[in-house]
């Protein structure tokens, strides 16, 4: 039999890590990262972007099928109207670096080995993508691989960017800011 105090401080200490994980609607925890690049990037990096926050690893076999569209989703957005960013949490920088130059990744990456920022968001599979709003609040989460490339999913991710990205014919055009980490 385990002892009630040990019970009531697993019961506190899981109710206490539901409350930073991100839910549908609500701002997502900040998170601070450092780009392949050594450019250092946090949520507030991507405010007035959507970001596509897509959690992976070498050694994952369903983040090794998304990989190529990921990067061609990458590139129907150019200047950062939507961002996709990877943070890979490999233990293993070779792995880490081997598998991007495989791979030929075009989006901004980053190594999270110590599952810091994962655990924040909630994630306990990977891939595991967040879409983030231009204002922060979570859109969608999706766990396992997506169909980046599908009609559907990109006529999605247009109707999310701001007006001046021109988001499906919604306003006009204005200036592409640079985002962190773009090319």
Not at 119 to 125: A, M, P, S
Request: glycine share 8%; with cysteine; aromatic share 10%.
């Amino acid at each position: 039999m385990r002892h009630p105090f040990t019970l009531a401080l697993f019961l506190l200490l899981s109710l206490a890590g539901c409350t930073r994980r991100a839910t549908v609607g609500h701002s997502v925890p900040d998170f601070r990262l450092r780009l392949l690049n050594g450019r250092e990037v946090s949520l507030a990096s991507y405010r007035g972007h959507v970001l596509i926050l897509n959690f992976w690893a070498s050694f994952c076999v369903p983040c090794v099928q998304e990989t190529p569209a990921l990067n061609a989703l990458a590139e129907k957005f150019p200047a950062g109207q939507a961002v996709v960013l990877g943070v890979s949490i490999d233990q293993d920088p070779v792995a880490y670096q081997t598998f991007l130059s495989r791979y030929h990744i075009s989006f901004p990456t980053a190594l999270d080995p110590s599952q810091d920022v994962m655990h924040r968001f909630g994630t306990q599979l990977i891939p595991e993508t967040y879409i983030i709003g231009p204002d922060g609040r979570l859109d969608r989460k999706l766990v396992s691989v997506a169909d980046w490339n599908s009609p559907a999913m990109v006529a999605y991710i247009r109707s999310l960017l701001p007006a001046t990205f021109g988001n499906g014919g919604v306003g006009a055009t204005g200036p592409q800011p640079r985002v962190p980490g773009g090319s």
